[in-house]
């Protein structure tokens, strides 16, 4: 559906300025002028909406056309097909198109629209039978982060039922999928494999809890009707759960792994190739949304959640969005605790793309048999690198810095960045992950394919 059109001014002026600037700032005019970006429903689609609102896309000489999505696999056909020219997407639906996992695509991605922004939430009846599992604070209320080996003897009473605890989650290469599948696994809950080389997509081989798919704004009304007892979205999903008091979120994907990876804005390569300056002008008016949704503290945050909130945009009530974005987070009601990074957009270096990241990904698409055979370390730096562009990010950042719209400082250490993330244990079971061996890390964990086991 069309959401609506604003006309982009672009002076003389400021073209001759640009022609005379030096190569690496200097961006010609947009190839392609009139855009079509989708996305889905979600709060972490905000930078496309800011740099709309904010007049970002004007600046760069773009006419942007924002499309909300039906679900991620329309979204992706879409981008691919070329109906539209970009899309707030799945980190790793890029990477799995690159693999061919589902449908198979070159796409790239220059810009990482936010770090953290999920959680995990339980209908209230797995909930009370997680609650005598759980170690409770002074106050009396649950510790966190909580493992899902809290949901071991709720399991085992769904077994001896003979029924199956189902659960939800968005799309098979989404973050949260990959990071349902972590918490169950760090609780000692197998997940389920993915056969696809013995054409079994299902990712129900051997799973002890069972994963579907569920478009984002469909997941509480499914929980409500008692299809699955729980699911792994962004927000305000979550929080949405809260409100009508029909589930309990248990976990941010934050107490998984901080600081995590979650959309990014992908265009098809063959898009980005024939589109150089626009692709380019793209990723500086996200930058500038990004910077302006982190500013001040999250001082504009409360502006924000009044833009997302509005019909075409997320649609939620501005009590649920700004529940997750301005700082703070609700489990079980009246139970908020302080959040300030649930959703990050800009700090930490939230929108280079790193190759980190992508790695981390395959890891997860190896770990569960997406990717069944073993890969050797090399092969998974150079998948990343045919996805994940940080030489257009770069010089995007570079072409605002010498703009005077942001500053040398928003980008500390631009020109040292190899693309690797610094080695790190936070994880919720603390193994280690270094995106250069990525092999030594998937031979870590107990559940899950390791070395050079297959199904």
Not at 291 to 316: F, K
Not at 380 to 407: H, M, N
Not at 421 to 449: C, E, M, V, W
């Amino acid at each position: 559906m069309t959401l609506w059109k604003k006309s982009a001014l672009v002076g003389a002026l400021t073209l001759s300025l640009a022609s005379q600037a030096p190569a690496e700032t200097s961006i010609g005019p947009a190839e392609k002028d009139e855009l079509t970006l989708g996305f889905i429903k979600l709060t972490d689609m905000a930078p496309l909406a800011i740099a709309y609102d904010k007049g970002f896309f004007e600046d760069e000489g773009l006419y942007v056309t924002l499309e909300a999505q039906a679900n991620w696999k329309v979204l992706l056909d879409r981008v691919i097909s070329g109906e539209l020219d970009g899309a707030h997407m799945l980190a790793g639906q890029p990477i799995g198109a690159a693999l061919g996992i589902g449908t198979r695509a070159e796409l790239v991605t220059a810009f990482s629209m936010d770090l953290n922004g999920n959680a995990i939430t339980v209908s209230n009846a797995l909930w009370e039978a997680m609650k005598p599992n759980l170690k409770l604070d002074e106050a009396g209320k649950p510790q966190h982060p909580i493992s899902a080996a809290a949901l071991k003897p709720a399991l085992a009473q769904y077994q001896q039922a003979g029924k199956a605890l189902q659960m939800g989650t968005v799309f098979p290469v989404s973050s949260h999928n990959y990071e349902l599948r972590y918490w169950l696994a760090a609780g000692g809950i197998h997940p389920g494999f993915y056969a696809p080389h013995k054409g079994d997509n299902s990712g129900l081989l051997q799973a002890e809890v069972q994963l579907s798919v569920t478009p984002p704004p469909q997941m509480p009304a499914t929980l409500e009707a008692g299809t699955i007892a729980g699911y792994s979205v962004g927000e305000p999903w979550n929080q949405q759960a809260v409100l009508k008091k029909i589930g309990v979120p248990v976990i941010t994907n934050h107490d998984i792994w901080p600081y995590n990876p979650e959309k990014v804005f992908a265009v098809s390569k063959a898009w980005s190739d024939a589109n150089p300056n626009t692709h380019l002008r793209l990723v500086k008016a996200l930058l500038r949304a990004a910077h302006w949704l982190d500013a001040e503290q999250n001082g504009n945050r409360q502006e924000a959640v009044d833009i997302l909130s509005r019909p075409y945009y997320v649609g939620a009530d501005q009590k649920v969005i700004a529940a997750s974005m301005t700082g703070s987070f609700e489990y079980e009601q009246g139970d908020v605790r302080p959040a300030p990074d649930f959703n990050v957009f800009f700090r930490h270096n939230a929108t280079y793309p790193y190759y980190s990241d992508a790695i981390w990904f395959m890891t997860q698409m190896r770990r569960w048999g997406q990717i069944p055979q073993a890969r050797s370390d090399d092969w998974y730096l150079e998948q990343a690198k045919r996805v994940y562009r940080p030489d257009i990010y770069t010089r995007a950042a570079k072409a605002l810095i010498a703009d005077g719209k942001l500053s040398a400082d928003d980008f500390p250490g631009l020109d040292s960045r190899d693309g690797f993330r610094p080695a790190t244990s936070a994880f919720i079971d603390g193994k280690t992950y270094d995106g250069h061996h990525p092999n030594a890390y998937i031979d870590q964990f107990a559940i899950g394919l390791t070395g050079d086991s297959q199904l």
